[in-house]
């Protein structure tokens, strides 16, 4: 691994020590390093430049977390449908008379399968929520 010329090792490794930074697997890690990283962004224009090095890789690492975490399934309907059922922590069990029988159901979830219109009515009023989403 090369280092850029302007990067002072010996620094660059005590902020490693001090900040830990890793890969981030929890919302209480990826809080931790956001708190990092704006105590670094506050320096502004007095960031040194291991700390620049040290703000790109925290960077990265939320990027990443977020990316995996974050990522915005509810665009499409079953996107949607996954989404609520997180959010409502609903089992595929539960949504089997919705759909009329357990294949249908696992089929739609796992997107082997798209959601009918009539299947969609049957989740907006399960869901309590417009047919809409799910077409």
């Known amino acids: 691994m090369s280092v850029s010329p302007e990067i002072n090792t010996k620094r ?3 902020l490693l020590a001090e900040t830990l930074p890793m890969v981030i697997e929890t919302e209480e890690e990826n809080e931790l390093m956001l ?3 704006e105590r670094l962004i506050d320096k502004g224009e007095k960031l040194t430049p291991e700390e620049r090095k040290l703000l ?4 990265h690492l939320i990027q990443d977390f977020e990316h995996k975490h974050y990522q915005l399934n509810a665009s499409t309907p079953r996107g949607i449908l996954l989404e609520l059922m997180e959010a409502r922590d609903v089992k595929a069990s539960q949504l089997w008379q919705v759909f009329g029988s357990k294949g249908t159901a696992s089929e739609v979830i796992s997107g082997k399968r798209g959601i009918s219109k009539a299947h969609a009515k049957s989740l907006a009023r399960f869901f309590n929520v417009s047919p809409e989403l799910f077409i």
Do not use: D, G, I
């Open 12 to 14: 660059y490794a005590k």
């Open 56 to 59: 790109s890789l925290m960077t």
């Open 35 to 37: 708190t990092k990283v």
